[in-house]
């Protein structure tokens, strides 16, 4: 089932972040493109090219750019967020069901 609230809400947000959801966003985006220590999630897709903005999360179909605002805990489909979102996602909501966000 798709909670659009959360889809709606992600979207709102991702265009003024406060600066807590900016850094969290960056830490959850940071574990899906990987760094020098870690590689990049085997669900996250270009679909252009070095064109950060058409990355999609490959096991969902979200916009990997909305979707890393999104005021829920763990939405990833593999639950690689975790970790971030407990040391950093205070007061968030925690995912029970599957969605596009």
Do not use: H
Request: net charge positive; proline share 5%; with cysteine.
């Amino acid at each position: 089932m798709i909670d659009f609230a959360d889809v709606i809400k992600s979207w709102w947000i991702a265009e003024n972040p406060t600066e807590k959801e900016s850094f969290l966003a960056k830490k959850r985006l940071e574990i899906c493109t990987g760094d020098d220590a870690n590689p990049k999630c085997e669900n996250y897709k270009q679909l252009f090219k070095k064109r950060k903005w058409s990355a999609i999360c490959d096991g969902c179909g979200c916009p990997v750019s909305k979707k890393i605002f999104s005021q829920v805990i763990n939405p990833c489909p593999l639950d690689k967020w975790m970790g971030v979102d407990k040391q950093y996602g205070n007061g968030m909501d925690k995912k029970e069901q599957k969605s596009i966000i």
